[in-house]
């Protein structure tokens, strides 16, 4: 995540154009959950409390929540 959250190109776009952080920072969020080696039902309950926060603060987040389940 460091990698994003010091990109000199995502921080000029988010500056000058729109905000992608929450966006970046959703999607990588969501991801590592649903590939980390976990039980399915631990698993599952993280994706759902983090998810559903998420689906306030990002517009990607219910694209990266479907894709997620796929993960599984």
């Known amino acids: 995540m460091a990698i994003f959250s010091l ?3 995502l921080t ?3 500056a000058e154009v729109k905000q992608y952080g ?3 920072l959703v ?4 991801f ?16 759902l409390v983090i998810g559903s926060v998420a689906l306030f ?3 990607i ?7 997620c389940s796929f993960l599984g």
């Open 12 to 14: 000029y776009y988010a």
């Open 32 to 47: 590592y959950i649903a590939s980390v080696n976990i039980t399915s039902k631990k698993r599952n309950v993280l994706l």
């Open 7 to 9: 990109s000199p190109l």
């Open 61 to 67: 987040a219910p694209m990266m929540l479907f894709s």
């Open 57 to 59: 603060i990002s517009n």
């Open 22 to 24: 929450p966006d970046v």
């Open 27 to 30: 999607a990588l969020s969501l």
